[in-house]
């Protein structure tokens, strides 16, 4: 049996993981959970409630990352805190009824955290 070859790409998105920063590691998760979400709409559409069930929970997954991740020594990861847990509420409540307007809700906060997450990068950047 021959060995089936790896994907090119793979090896330069290995490469990007491990040189990424902190910072650029979390937008790579905020865009990861975007990608998932999306998908997750789709297959929800396409009535795939197998996919779809896959999907949420590895968006649910990214979002419990950011809050174990968070830094409780400054006041804004509290507030962070509860709007992820109020995202993962959120989406265990969208993975049970497949409800695509849930989905769309969090999706929308998290492309407005990665959009904050990302200017917060390039400001940071510009600082230095």
């Known amino acids: 049996m021959a060995a089936v070859p790896k994907n090119p790409y793979s090896k330069v998105a290995d490469n990007a993981i491990f040189t990424a920063s902190r910072e650029e590691l979390t937008l790579m998760l905020y865009d990861g959970a975007l990608k998932f979400i999306n998908q997750a709409i789709d297959a929800t559409d396409a009535k795939d409630m197998q996919k779809a069930n896959g999907l949420i ?72």
């Open 57 to 128: 929970m590895r968006v649910e997954d990214i979002i419990r990352e950011f809050q174990i991740t968070l830094d409780y020594t400054y006041e804004l990861s509290n507030q962070l805190n509860s709007l992820y847990d109020y995202m993962h509420r959120r989406l265990i409540e969208a993975n049970m009824s497949k409800d695509v307007g849930i989905l769309t809700e969090v999706r929308d906060m998290l492309r407005e955290f990665r959009d904050m997450w990302k200017e917060a990068i390039v400001t940071a950047k510009q600082a230095v």
